[in-house]
Protein backbone atom coordinates (compact mmCIF):
# COMPACT_ATOMS: atom_id res chain seq x y z
CA UNK A 1 0.00 0.00 0.00
CA UNK A 2 2.83 2.46 0.85
CA UNK A 3 4.98 1.53 -2.08
CA UNK A 4 1.20 2.85 -4.62
CA UNK A 5 1.24 6.38 -2.49
CA UNK A 6 5.32 6.54 -2.89
CA UNK A 7 5.06 5.67 -7.08
CA UNK A 8 1.87 8.58 -7.39
CA UNK A 9 3.95 10.76 -5.88
CA UNK A 10 7.00 9.76 -7.89
CA UNK A 11 4.64 10.05 -10.67
CA UNK A 12 3.75 13.31 -9.97
CA UNK A 13 7.47 14.73 -9.48
CA UNK A 14 8.09 13.28 -12.72
CA UNK A 15 5.52 15.23 -14.60
CA UNK A 16 6.28 18.25 -12.71
CA UNK A 17 9.85 18.12 -14.14
CA UNK A 18 8.76 17.29 -17.89
CA UNK A 19 7.39 20.59 -17.68
CA UNK A 20 8.78 22.76 -19.84
CA UNK A 21 6.35 25.50 -21.17
CA UNK A 22 2.53 26.44 -20.63
CA UNK A 23 0.12 25.22 -23.42
CA UNK A 24 -2.86 27.16 -23.85
CA UNK A 25 -5.19 27.04 -26.45
CA UNK A 26 -7.25 30.04 -27.55
CA UNK A 27 -6.31 31.46 -24.13
CA UNK A 28 -7.18 28.59 -22.28
CA UNK A 29 -4.72 26.84 -20.58
CA UNK A 30 -4.42 22.85 -20.66
CA UNK A 31 -6.09 21.42 -17.47
CA UNK A 32 -9.01 23.74 -18.31
CA UNK A 33 -9.66 22.64 -21.66
CA UNK A 34 -9.18 18.52 -20.82
CA UNK A 35 -12.01 19.62 -18.69
CA UNK A 36 -14.17 21.59 -20.84
CA UNK A 37 -17.66 20.13 -22.32
CA UNK A 38 -18.44 19.33 -25.82
CA UNK A 39 -20.33 22.56 -25.78
CA UNK A 40 -18.14 24.89 -24.36
CA UNK A 41 -14.99 23.48 -26.76
CA UNK A 42 -17.59 23.92 -29.47
CA UNK A 43 -17.76 27.54 -28.95
CA UNK A 44 -13.77 28.09 -28.67
CA UNK A 45 -12.84 25.97 -31.93
CA UNK A 46 -12.72 27.84 -34.78
CA UNK A 47 -15.83 28.13 -37.40
CA UNK A 48 -15.48 24.90 -39.62
CA UNK A 49 -14.46 23.07 -36.72
CA UNK A 50 -17.76 24.55 -34.88
CA UNK A 51 -20.16 23.67 -38.09
CA UNK A 52 -18.99 20.05 -37.39
CA UNK A 53 -19.57 20.12 -33.84
CA UNK A 54 -22.88 21.43 -34.22
CA UNK A 55 -24.16 19.13 -36.63
CA UNK A 56 -22.60 16.06 -34.05
CA UNK A 57 -20.13 13.69 -34.38
CA UNK A 58 -21.11 10.62 -36.26
CA UNK A 59 -20.91 7.18 -35.59
CA UNK A 60 -17.27 6.51 -37.23
CA UNK A 61 -15.51 9.46 -35.30
CA UNK A 62 -17.13 8.17 -31.76
CA UNK A 63 -16.00 5.25 -32.34
CA UNK A 64 -12.15 6.42 -32.44
CA UNK A 65 -12.88 8.10 -29.53
CA UNK A 66 -13.72 5.11 -27.89
CA UNK A 67 -10.85 3.02 -28.63
CA UNK A 68 -8.56 6.06 -28.00
CA UNK A 69 -10.16 5.99 -24.29
CA UNK A 70 -9.84 2.43 -24.34
CA UNK A 71 -6.03 2.48 -25.41
CA UNK A 72 -5.56 4.92 -22.51
CA UNK A 73 -7.02 2.73 -20.10
CA UNK A 74 -5.18 -0.19 -21.13
CA UNK A 75 -1.91 1.50 -21.14
CA UNK A 76 0.60 1.53 -18.12
CA UNK A 77 1.25 5.18 -15.99
CA UNK A 78 4.00 7.03 -17.68
CA UNK A 79 4.03 4.95 -20.80
CA UNK A 80 2.58 5.66 -24.26
CA UNK A 81 -1.00 3.80 -24.93
CA UNK A 82 -1.30 1.30 -28.09
CA UNK A 83 -1.34 2.68 -31.52
CA UNK A 84 -4.56 3.31 -33.12
CA UNK A 85 -5.29 2.99 -36.74
CA UNK A 86 -7.72 4.81 -38.50
CA UNK A 87 -9.12 6.18 -42.08
CA UNK A 88 -10.60 9.18 -40.45
CA UNK A 89 -8.27 11.96 -41.87
CA UNK A 90 -11.22 14.26 -41.73
CA UNK A 91 -11.22 13.89 -37.67
CA UNK A 92 -10.80 16.88 -36.04
CA UNK A 93 -8.30 16.92 -33.00
CA UNK A 94 -10.30 17.40 -29.47
CA UNK A 95 -8.61 17.67 -26.10
CA UNK A 96 -9.41 13.97 -24.86
CA UNK A 97 -7.58 12.90 -27.74
CA UNK A 98 -3.97 14.54 -26.09
CA UNK A 99 -1.12 11.66 -25.50
CA UNK A 100 -2.66 9.06 -27.76
CA UNK A 101 -0.84 7.37 -30.87
CA UNK A 102 -2.98 7.73 -33.90
CA UNK A 103 -2.09 5.60 -37.27
CA UNK A 104 -3.38 7.92 -40.06
CA UNK A 105 -3.95 6.65 -43.06
CA UNK A 106 -2.38 8.11 -46.03
CA UNK A 107 -3.76 6.09 -49.03
CA UNK A 108 -1.05 3.98 -48.98
CA UNK A 109 0.22 3.40 -45.23
CA UNK A 110 -0.29 4.54 -41.78
CA UNK A 111 1.73 7.16 -40.79
CA UNK A 112 2.08 6.70 -36.56
CA UNK A 113 1.28 10.27 -35.06
CA UNK A 114 1.37 11.26 -31.24
CA UNK A 115 -1.48 13.89 -30.50
CA UNK A 116 0.25 16.68 -28.72
CA UNK A 117 -1.70 19.96 -27.35
CA UNK A 118 -0.65 21.83 -30.23
CA UNK A 119 -2.71 19.58 -32.51
CA UNK A 120 -6.15 20.46 -31.27
CA UNK A 121 -8.37 21.54 -33.61
CA UNK A 122 -6.50 20.37 -36.48
CA UNK A 123 -7.56 17.40 -38.95
CA UNK A 124 -5.68 14.63 -38.55
CA UNK A 125 -5.29 14.89 -42.07
CA UNK A 126 -2.76 17.39 -41.88
CA UNK A 127 -0.53 15.32 -39.86
CA UNK A 128 -0.44 12.40 -42.44
CA UNK A 129 0.55 13.45 -46.09
CA UNK A 130 -0.88 12.01 -49.01
CA UNK A 131 1.40 12.65 -51.81
CA UNK A 132 5.09 12.63 -52.21
CA UNK A 133 6.66 16.22 -52.07
CA UNK A 134 7.83 17.37 -55.64
CA UNK A 135 11.54 17.79 -55.48
CA UNK A 136 12.40 19.82 -59.33
CA UNK A 137 15.45 18.08 -61.02
CA UNK A 138 17.39 18.51 -64.24
CA UNK A 139 14.68 19.67 -66.89
CA UNK A 140 14.24 17.26 -69.69
CA UNK A 141 14.07 17.12 -73.20
CA UNK A 142 11.74 19.78 -74.89
CA UNK A 143 11.33 21.61 -71.63
CA UNK A 144 12.68 25.00 -73.38
CA UNK A 145 12.89 26.08 -77.26
CA UNK A 146 16.48 26.15 -76.65
CA UNK A 147 16.58 22.32 -76.14
CA UNK A 148 15.33 21.75 -79.77
CA UNK A 149 18.44 21.96 -80.72
CA UNK A 150 20.93 19.74 -78.97
CA UNK A 151 21.47 16.49 -80.00
CA UNK A 152 19.62 13.76 -78.97
CA UNK A 153 23.10 11.40 -78.32
Do not use: C, W
Not at 14 to 36: C, H, M, T, V
Not at 102 to 131: C, D, R, T, W
Request: glycine share 6%.
Amino acid sequence: MADVEYNAEEAAEIKRKRAFRKFSYRGIDLDQLLDLSSEQLRDVVHARARRRFNRGLKRKPMGLIKKLRKAKQEAKPNEKPDLVKTHLRDMIVVPEMIGSVIGIYSGKEFNQVEIKPEMVGHYLAEFSISYKPVKHGRPGIGATHSSRFIPLK
